[in-house]
């Protein structure tokens, strides 16, 4: 009878201990860790570089674009066309608040031939929006993901 109060008590310590650990959490929602740009000879390309499969996401060509969080207009000098990317359920910011993009918030590339510039102009709430501001009517774009890593790929190229 002694035998098995030992025993009891061990495994009740040992539970003890289990269940104070922290067990690590992970993210609720995929995170940008970067923002990527390079030419290539038919287009140009920006990389959303994201933690974890990349959520769903909205495109459309826009006249402007505003931050989500003041309404505020967001510049886009050089640009006269506007492609909106909204990623719904992602953000640029880890559950605590911490930044997980810590690059610039909009940015010229003057290396590219059709993106005059990238802005990041929402990051509110599990929805995370970039600009991609180009210069020419003539241009077309597509928006697509890539696994292992994860990524957002958009591409702008000239007719």
């Known amino acids: 009878m002694m035998k098995n109060r030992r025993v009891a008590a061990v495994l009740m310590a040992v539970l003890a201990v289990f269940t104070f650990i922290p067990t690590a959490s992970a993210q609720s929602v995929p995170t940008l860790s ?20 990349t959520p769903d996401y909205r495109v459309r060509e826009v006249a402007g674009v505003a931050s989500c969080g003041s309404g505020a207009p967001v510049s886009m000098p050089g640009s006269n066309e506007v492609l909106s ?20 918030q909009n940015f010229a590339t003057p290396g590219l031939n059709n993106v005059r510039r990238v802005a990041l102009h929402c990051d509110f709430e599990a929805v ?23 990524r957002l790929v958009i591409d702008i190229g000239r007719y």
Do not use: C, E, K
């Not at 009517?137 to 597509?142: D, I, K, L, Q, S």
């Open 34 to 53: 970067n923002i990527r740009t390079g030419a290539h000879p038919d287009y140009d390309r920006v990389v959303l570089d994201m933690s974890g499969v």
């Open 128 to 150: 995370l929006g970039i600009a991609v501001g180009y210069d020419n009517a003539g241009t077309w774009h597509r928006v697509f993901q890539l696994t292992n890593p994860s």
């Open 85 to 104: 990317i909204y990623v719904h359920g992602a953000a640029a910011h880890d559950d605590n608040g911490n930044p997980t993009y810590t690059g610039s």
